[in-house]
């Protein structure tokens, strides 16, 4: 069951009025989901539009059976699905669940009558995009002009941006780490080490931290 | 001057009513640039969104003195400049003419007017940004997965995609070429040369040929 007080714990609609979050919650469903299961897999056609109401998102794209690139990790008040209805009809990348999660779904047509008839909705929409696409270019700089170090340097700051402990902790394993550059361990596991060595981060037991921001931003260069 | 027959040439505009094309007519001003001048640059402050009118503009990154990366060629109808006003207040990249140009320039007030009032203007900036995000997902899948011979492969096929000749033939040089995949002139000389040997291709004097589509299709694999 929906309900307005659920919407608005969503960062997604905080910038919305409650006539605005009444016209979303008219027309969104929710379902759950249980840890790791597929929301929907690369090449899928695609129909839904998701909010995360609550739980963990992964988004990632597979080449061949072993090789897998992890794009962005998703919580509450993020959206995904959008890119299929928008543009080509199958699905780009794939969506699994990394714990327990619960999304609220909204159909293609409520998409769209969304984006017609709620400006502060498409705006919304259109700044993530912006934001995903800036990204997305970054990455092509560092990938090309950056060197694995310089990568995960930035790839630490990327997923580190929530965090709010001092020092900054987060729990993450090397091949999570690996698949957020597209990467296998070897190099990941060498990186992590002279960033370890030299007094930036402290890995041990699955949890990263940052012991240096300064340095690390320094050594992420422009890929931050 | 700009007169409501001169927009209308504009692919941009097509689906857009004369009632709407006159939104934008009166608020865009027109700017004619020579062939190489910078329209902005990376870093600069950005306040203005353009659509070309007439001639060719690229998009590209620098990173230091030497490296350069082009992310897209726009023509008559495309647009750019987005960016910084839907997200950070810098350009994330330099746009510079190909060729001599002329350019509709729309005000960040005027901008975020046409988004608000005119739907349709809206779909076709967020179909755009799907398409562009898509296109950067695929580029970061294809620099981790394929090698430059695929890579070169889907920038020769997404850079032949609006030629209507049998077969297909474009202008480009190799530095060009190399520019576009981010990477220097000697491996991408060696992929062409690849590419030739097999028949896929010819090259000379600044001209490409696609020979056999199918098989750069093929080689292009995933990348395309």
């Given at each position: 069951m929906i309900n307005t007080s659920a919407l608005k714990q969503v960062e997604y609609f905080k910038g919305l009025s409650p006539k605005e979050i009444g016209q979303v919650l008219a027309i969104a469903g929710v379902k759950s989901y249980k840890a790791g299961?597929?929301?929907?897999?690369?090449?899928?056609?695609?129909?839904?539009f998701f909010i995360v109401k609550s739980g963990h998102i992964k988004i990632f794209t597979t080449v061949g059976p072993e090789k897998r690139k992890t794009f962005a990790f998703l919580k509450k008040g993020d959206f995904f699905g959008e890119m299929s209805l928008l543009g080509?009809?199958?699905?780009?990348?794939?969506?699994?669940?990394?714990?327990?999660?619960?999304?609220?779904?909204?159909?293609?047509?409520?998409?769209?009558?969304?984006?017609?008839?709620?400006?502060?909705?498409?705006l919304k929409l259109l700044h993530t995009l912006v934001e995903r696409l800036n990204k997305c270019n970054q990455e092509v700089e560092s990938m090309l002009f950056h060197n694995i170090l310089g990568r995960l340097a930035a790839a630490i700051l990327d997923l580190s941006k929530e965090k709010h402990t001092k020092p900054v902790?987060?729990?993450?394993?090397q091949s999570e780490l690996a698949q957020y550059l597209g990467t296998t361990r070897v190099?990941?596991?060498?990186?992590?080490?002279?960033?370890?060595?030299?007094?930036?981060?402290?890995?041990?037991?699955?949890?990263l931290i940052i012991l240096d921001q300064v340095r690390l931003k320094s050594i992420a260069g422009n890929a931050s």
């Open positions: 299961e597929m929301v929907f897999a690369k090449q899928d056609l695609g129909d839904n080509g009809k199958v699905r780009s990348a794939s969506a699994q669940t990394v714990e327990d999660s619960e999304l609220f779904v909204i159909s293609k047509k409520n998409f769209k009558r969304l984006i017609l008839e709620n400006p502060d909705f498409t902790k987060m729990a993450i394993n190099p990941v596991c060498r990186a992590i080490n002279t960033l370890k060595r030299s007094g930036v981060i402290d890995y041990r037991r699955g949890e």
